[in-house]
């Protein structure tokens, strides 16, 4: 069963962990204010009524008649409130309305055995209780707006940071070694993407260390071979005739092949090859050196363009892809030219999984299907020389009828080389050329 992941930016996450907090703290000062500003209220309402009801004491007992509002043993009057009010003490009341809006009971006993009582609605404080819930709210939302304001802006200064470090690390993997993860993030506020970054650039630092010496060592170990292979194959052709010496024959120039490949491919390791560019058509050049390479081929121009190129190192990748095809795939090879895009198609098992989820690897020559001979360091040469050129060499497989292309099941493999528009630069600089 597939997980479901959902993705989301540091940046949003940050702010609603700020906007979280601010509403939750808004909320909690807002429930402490609200209660303590009622019971505030509340006893300052029960001071003033009970005030009220003690001045009309007074006069009702020096014989005047007490107001409308004022009632003798009203017999709404709270039970609480009357049985203390008749034994003697004066008291209030709060009393809930069932429409919110509460009543404020006082109550005080006459010399004559009766009880005088007072009660008015909470209506002023009230409405002042309600203004200060109103400015609550309106605080409470301006935390939350400015928490989320300022979660963007922190949040995005960290997702900043971490996007131009993702940037140069991608230009790290991509084989620039000049790049530098800490630099790239810059910034005067030094945090955790700091450290991330320096961790990030000496783990780039050790492995080009480590990878400048396994080329040394693959160079020197080739061009030490050099010499005694060289002076095998000078040995062998003073064999006498017959089958083993046409063997040694055999082997001593698939030895010599080989280091030759592998010299190369630390030439090209190294970064340090650039092409000698020449204005050449396209169409013509693949036609001429396809039909010197492998007469079998058919070419099909379907658009010619004049492009500027290396044509040593473009006769090369041609060399390598169209013997890849002859040796892994099936007859016919098929070679499109369509402006500056060369096509070779054959129609064998396909290329491996292995090959088009992680492009071309020395020494590895596949599946069985499209092994048995070679060292598979053909297609990593021409991958090796298109970059050179500033161009691009992808790798897929053609659908077999009635299913998806997959190893074991393809209707032939198709290796497509994009020339630039541009040519590169004289330091060795490569145009980007967008991915199809």
């Known amino acids: 069963m597939k997980r479901f992941t959902l993705r989301t930016g540091i940046r949003w996450k940050i702010t609603l962990a700020i ?3 601010g509403a939750l703290t808004a909320l909690a000062l807002s429930l402490v204010v609200h209660s303590a500003a009622r019971v505030s209220m ?5 001071e003033v009524q009970l005030d009220r009801v003690q001045f009309i004491s007074r006069n009702a007992e020096a014989g005047r008649k007490p107001p409308m509002s004022a009632k003798l043993n009203d017999p709404d009057l709270p039970a609480d409130l009357r049985e203390k009010a008749r034994s003697g003490r004066r008291g209030t009341y709060i009393q809930e309305n069932p429409r919110g809006l509460p009543e404020v009971w006082a109550a005080v006993p006459l010399g004559n055995g009766q009880v005088l009582s007072l009660h008015t609605p909470f209506r002023e404080s009230a409405n002042m209780l309600r203004d200060l819930d109103r400015a609550l709210v309106v605080g409470s939302l301006a935390v939350v707006i400015g928490g989320s304001a300022l979660g963007v802006l922190i949040g995005g200064q960290i997702s900043r940071r971490l996007r131009k470090a993702a940037a140069a690390a991608q230009r790290v993997a991509h084989g620039d070694p000049e790049v530098r993860v ?54 062998a052709e003073l064999l006498p005739p017959g089958r083993p ?58 658009a010619d363009e004049i492009v500027s190129t290396d044509p040593r190192r473009l006769e090369r990748i041609l060399g390598n892809l169209l013997a890849n095809a002859a040796r892994y795939g099936q007859a016919p090879v098929q070679v499109d030219v369509e402006g500056r895009v060369v096509r070779v198609r054959d129609h064998g098992p396909g290329f491996p999984e292995a090959l088009l989820r ?79």
Do not use: C
Request: aromatic fraction near 2%; glycine fraction near 8%.
């Open 358 to 436: 992680e492009g071309p690897s020395r020494f590895r020559t596949g599946s069985t299907d499209r092994a048995g001979v070679g060292h598979g360091l053909g297609l990593t040469i021409a991958e090796g020389q298109a970059r050179v050129l500033g161009a691009r060499l992808t790798f897929r497989n053609v659908a077999a009828p009635g299913g998806p292309a997959r190893e074991g099941a393809a209707a032939g493999a198709v290796a497509v080389l994009w020339l630039p528009e541009h040519a590169p630069t004289a330091s060795g600089s490569y145009p980007i050329v967008p991915k199809a």
């Open 182 to 235: 800490r630099d790239a993030v810059g910034g005067v506020v030094r945090d955790e993407t700091d450290d991330l970054a320096r961790a990030v650039d000496a783990m780039a630092d050790t492995l080009q260390t480590r990878l400048e010496a396994e080329r040394r060592v693959t160079a020197d170990i080739a061009h030490e071979l050099r010499t005694p292979v060289t002076g095998l194959l000078t040995a």
């Open 245 to 302: 010496t046409e063997l040694v024959r055999d082997r001593a120039q698939a030895l010599r092949a080989l280091v030759e490949d592998v010299l190369e491919v630390a030439r090209l390791d190294s970064a340090s090859e650039r092409a000698e560019l020449q204005d050449v058509a396209l169409g013509e050049f693949v036609s001429r050196r396809v039909n010197s390479l492998m007469p079998e081929a058919s070419v099909r121009v379907v």
């Open 19 to 21: 906007a979280s907090v």
């Open 42 to 46: 509340l006893e300052s309402a029960r």
